[in-house]
T-cell receptor, first 114, second 114 residues
Framework: NAGVTQTPKFQVLKTGQSMTLQCAQD?????MYWYRQDPGMGLRLIYYSASEGTTDKGEVPNGYNVSRLNKREFSLRLESAAPSQTSVYFCASSSQGWDTGELFFGEGSRLTVL | AQSVAQPEDQVNVAEGNPLTVKCTYSVSGNPYLFWYVQYPNRGLQFLLK??????LVKGSYGFEAEFNKSQTSFHLKKPSALVSDSALYFC????????????FGKGTMLLVSP
């Protein structure tokens, strides 16, 4: 029962470096999401993928790109990291339907940009 | 835009006492409301949701929430708090019909003292 798995759990980058956060789910969910969590700001949606083959911007997409590689995997890429992207990143998944909203979260990836 | 507000950064309660964590919402149309809990260094976990029906919704770990349309509130409650309930609690609202993208509040830290 792995659920949602994120890698890496911790990463330190220098300004301008690039990296990709990986996410995989084994619950056969259609929808996947990337959120960032910052103190006092709750969670903010970066990108989401309602179904395989589609991606859409959320509230704070600038500086990020995503790839829905297949139904299981949804990656988040930082092309040129900035200190403002220091945060904890959460991947989540859900089944798709009008009455859902129950998201299953990974354990997070803590990113520090120096 | 749909939004939720959690007016308290922190709630302190003694073990055995009832607890309430407050949430108010602003939506157009029918609200789809949720509560999630986050334990230290973990991802968020779904507690309960209100879609339609009874105003008192029961969820995991003995928690319940009361939906009040006239006060636009969705407060989380528990009759008798446990030390193990100490965690960060998030209220959320579904922000698009047919999708599970959620807008989260800033979170309320619940501290239950022995």
């Amino acid at each position: 029962n792995a659920g949602v798995t994120q890698t890496p759990k911790f990463q330190v980058l220098k300004t301008g470096q690039s990296m990709t956060l990986q996410c995989a789910q084994d619950m056969n969910h259609n929808s996947m999401y990337w959120y960032r969590q910052d103190p006092g700001m709750g969670l903010r949606l970066i990108y989401y993928s309602a179904s395989e083959g589609t991606t859409d911007k959320g509230e704070v997409p600038n500086g990020y790109n995503v790839s829905r590689l297949n139904k299981r995997e949804f990656s988040l890429r930082l092309e040129s990291a900035a200190p403002s992207q220091t945060s904890v990143y959460f991947c989540a998944s859900s089944s798709q339907g009008w009455d859902t909203g129950e998201l299953f979260f990974g354990e997070g990836s803590r990113l520090t940009v120096l | 835009a749909q939004s939720v507000a959690q007016p308290e950064d922190q709630v302190n309660v003694a073990e055995g006492n009832p607890l309430t964590v407050k949430c108010t919402y602003s939506v157009s149309g029918n609200p789809y409301l949720f509560w999630y809990v986050q334990y230290p260094n973990r991802g968020l976990q779904f507690l309960l949701k209100y879609i339609t029906g009874d105003n008192l919704v029961k969820g995991s770990y003995g928690f319940e929430a009361e939906f009040n349309k006239s006060q636009t509130s969705f407060h989380l409650k528990k009759p008798s708090a446990l030390v193990s309930d100490s965690a960060l609690y998030f209220c959320a609202v579904r922000d698009r019909p047919g999708y599970s993208t959620l807008t989260f509040g800033k979170g309320t830290m619940l501290l239950v003292s022995p």
